[in-house]
């Protein structure tokens, strides 16, 4: 990996307007070329493993911390019957871009 490279933060997945560079750099979606959602989408499915688990350690952070919150009903988990793909393509990032793309890409993949 890229010493310089800034690693990828969980909130870039829950949101469906821009992609976050190595560099730090926003870029909005809608002014991206196809090519470069195109490369965005292969990176991420390449490798939903590791993205997965950094939603599940949030997610467990998450559940530990309202066990120490009277005010906090009942803790659920979300992510358990998911596999890591299928959390992927379920998060607004990857819904976005392929919206943009009209889903042809993910056709591709699956070849």
């Known amino acids: ?22 560099k730090g750099n926003r870029h909005a979606l809608r002014d991206m070329s196809r090519g470069y959602l195109e490369n965005v989408l292969w990176f991420l499915r390449d490798r939903p493993e590791d993205f997965y688990v950094m939603a599940v350690f949030e997610e467990d952070t998450r559940l530990f911390l309202a066990g ?4 906090y009903d009942q803790p659920v988990r979300t992510l358990e019957s ?24 993910e056709e591709k993949d699956k070849r």
């Open 1 to 22: 990996m890229n010493d310089e490279a800034t690693p990828i933060v969980l909130s870039t997945f829950k949101q469906a307007d821009y992609w976050v560079d190595r």
């Open 68 to 71: 120490f919150d009277p005010n």
């Open 82 to 105: 998911k596999t890591p793909a299928e959390w992927l393509e379920q998060t607004p990032l990857l819904q976005a871009i392929n919206t943009i793309l009209d889903g042809t890409t």
